[in-house]
């Protein structure tokens, strides 16, 4: 299995609280990327990042924000949270665009 | 605007049957499409098709893509009821991603 680990795996929080979701990867793959799993909807992008500081948008990107500030971690912040940002959190890792991507072990959010 | 509707949604079936999943797309510049299966965890990697690869085959699984209807599909022969879980289809985005579909929730029973 890929090297990828998500901390934490579950959290309950309340709306308004700042949350932080944290990817971990030791195969040194240079793309990785936040998606969230929602019934009815799939998965669904949220930030990806293609390099130490270079991130960007994706589908549903409104009150997320990230960093990449070393190969290995990707942080997702939610700043203020909110009850549709409960969710199942994965983040992905992959060699380039279009490669399989390898996904981690998945958060599940809660926002009461 | 790049776009995956995979086919059915759910599909129930007795061990020894073989199923084929469904997975059509739309798409300005095709990279891969690629084949996951979760089963109330994580995604695990199947195939990966791309315009050199368009058949991939694994024991009782196997996969083609038809790029020029634009479609992937992925049958499973002799189905067993660890098969039981959801299909994801995943076509390449322009920005690395993947875009997915909403999956084929398939239930195998004994």
């Known amino acids: 299995d890929a090297g990828i680990t998500q901390s934490p795996r579950h959290k309950v929080t309340e709306t308004g609280t700042p949350v932080t979701l944290r990817c971990h990867q030791t195969e040194n793959h240079r793309y990785m990327y936040w998606y969230r799993q929602d019934p009815g909807h799939g998965l669904r992008l949220i930030h990806y990042s293609y390099g130490v500081k270079d991130t960007d948008k994706g589908e549903v990107s409104d009150g997320y924000s990230v960093s990449r500030s070393k190969t290995e971690d990707f942080l997702l912040t939610l700043e203020s949270a909110t009850s549709s940002q409960t969710s199942v959190y994965f983040c992905?890792?992959?060699?380039?665009?279009?490669?399989?991507?390898?996904f981690g072990p998945g958060t599940r959010l809660t926002v009461l | 605007e790049d776009k995956v509707v995979q086919s059915p949604l759910s599909l129930v079936v007795h061990e020894g049957d073989t199923v084929t999943l469904n997975c059509s797309y739309e798409v300005t510049n095709f990279r891969s499409l690629l084949w996951y299966k979760q089963e109330k965890k994580a995604p695990t990697f199947l195939f990966m098709l791309t315009s050199s690869g368009i058949e991939k085959k694994s024991g009782r699984l196997s996969s083609i893509l038809d790029k020029k209807e634009l479609f992937s599909i992925l049958n499973i022969t002799a189905t067993q009821t660890g098969d039981s879980a959801v299909y994801l289809c995943g076509l390449g985005g322009s920005q690395g991603n993947l875009i997915f579909g909403k999956g084929t929730k398939l239930s195998v029973k004994p």
């Open positions: 992905a890792i992959s060699t380039g665009p279009g490669n399989e991507q390898f």
